[in-house]
């Protein structure tokens, strides 16, 4: 089991497992981050590449792309830290050691676990409107991978929230023209967007309800229902971006034998990030505690409080780690 036994090991390798596992490098912890898509980064990389961040602390602004590259090059530092992509954890059990971890690749064990699966597998809310299915596959996305798609297009986004204001100005830099559309008078999102929303070219589109789809020639005729007099209106388009926000399936948490506290399907920790479950913490998305945002910068700074919590619990005797990170080699 030496081999195989880790100081630290943590489940999910989104932007604060990453920094998790950068920061337990730190610490000279014996660390695995496991990951069960074939890339880290999470639903960064994973749903928003070309968006661009504005709320990391020391970045004026860098997409989603830019942000996982620079945790995976400062990752890769840690060369003791070992990287397991592809590997999905199936269960966790406690043993006499710490935790039994199985994946679809093997099994391992672990001191102490940190839980930073975001809120598990995730999948796009789908539009539901007359005839979506017949016009899907040509017409509808539900992320913005790859910007050159839209370029010189006209496009809809449909959707009210954050993510969905930050599309349009995304968008508005390489289409011919952008519409957002949206069944209240108001957006939810940070005034300062909603701001640059209400001073762009974006085309509002308020309060609307998409009712049907339908291909005319080589355009998507979106037929919207305006909402209280039902009055409908005909907009066309070449694509339409759908951001409803997302599904989030907490199964494989669930089906763990070691089973922490839950508050709405999300992991309740106490303020040094531990579990109900001694030794088991949680960080990130999938971390809740009164007060909580699930925002990058919210869990960047629960990573070292986890990981500083589990090596003062293992290592009573090691000295806690002065201020200067500039001392480690
Ligand atoms: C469209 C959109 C725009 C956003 N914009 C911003 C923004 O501008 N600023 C901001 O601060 N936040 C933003 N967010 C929120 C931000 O993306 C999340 O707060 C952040 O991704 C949380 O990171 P995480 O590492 O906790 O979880 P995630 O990014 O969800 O990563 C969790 C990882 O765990 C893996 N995993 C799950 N289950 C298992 C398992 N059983 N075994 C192994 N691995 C597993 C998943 O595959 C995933 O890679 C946005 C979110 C969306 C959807």
Redesign the pocket.
């Known amino acids: 089991m030496t081999n195989n036994l880790y100081d630290i090991t943590i ?7 990453m920094f998790a596992g950068f920061y337990a490098g730190l610490r000279n912890a014996k660390a695995q981050i ?4 074939p890339e880290m ?4 990389k ?3 590449p070309e ?1 661009t ?4 602390a020391g970045f004026a602004g860098l997409t989603g792309a830019e942000l996982i590259a620079n945790l995976q090059e400062q990752l890769d530092t840690m060369t003791e830290v070992d990287q397991k992509v592809d ?3 199936l269960n966790l059990k406690k043993v006499d050691a710490g935790f039994e971890i199985t994946t679809t690749k093997g099994v391992s064990y672990s001191k102490a676990v940190i839980l ?7 999948k796009p809310r789908e539009l539901r409107a007359e005839n979506v299915d017949a016009v899907a596959d040509k017409f509808i996305s539900y ?1 913005v991978t790859n910007l050159e798609k839209f370029a010189g297009k006209d496009v809809m986004v449909a959707g009210g929230g ?2 969905a204001v ?1 599309m349009a100005l995304l968008l508005e830099k390489v289409a011919n023209q952008v519409s957002i559309l949206h069944r209240r008078a108001e957006f939810r999102g940070l005034e300062h967007m909603i701001d640059k929303l209400n001073e762009s070219s974006v085309q509002i589109l308020t309060p609307y309800l998409i009712k049907r789809l339908d291909q005319v020639d080589d355009k998507l005729q979106v037929t919207a229902k305006k909402v209280k007099t039902d009055e409908e209106t005909q907009f066309s388009v070449d694509e339409l971006v759908v ?1 409803y926000g ?1 599904i989030s399936n907490n199964k ?1 948490l669930q089906s763990f034998e070691v089973q922490p506290e839950l508050e709405h399907n999300l992991v309740k920790v106490n303020s040094e990030l531990e579990t109900s479950e001694p030794g088991l913490f949680s ?4 971390a809740t505690y009164l007060g909580k945002d ?4 919210t ?1 960047l700074g629960e990573a070292p409080i986890a990981v500083n919590t589990i090596m003062k619990q293992l290592y009573p005797d090691r000295r806690l780690p002065i201020h200067s990170t500039s001392l480690h080699k």
């Open positions: 489940i999910g390798g989104g932007p604060i497992g496991i990951e069960s898509l980064g999470g639903q960064v994973a749903l928003y968006k961040i504005l709320d990391v590997t999905k954890v930073a699966a975001g809120n598990g597998s995730f992320s954050d993510s930050d951001n997302f494989d960080i990130g998305d999938q699930t925002l990058i910068a869990g």
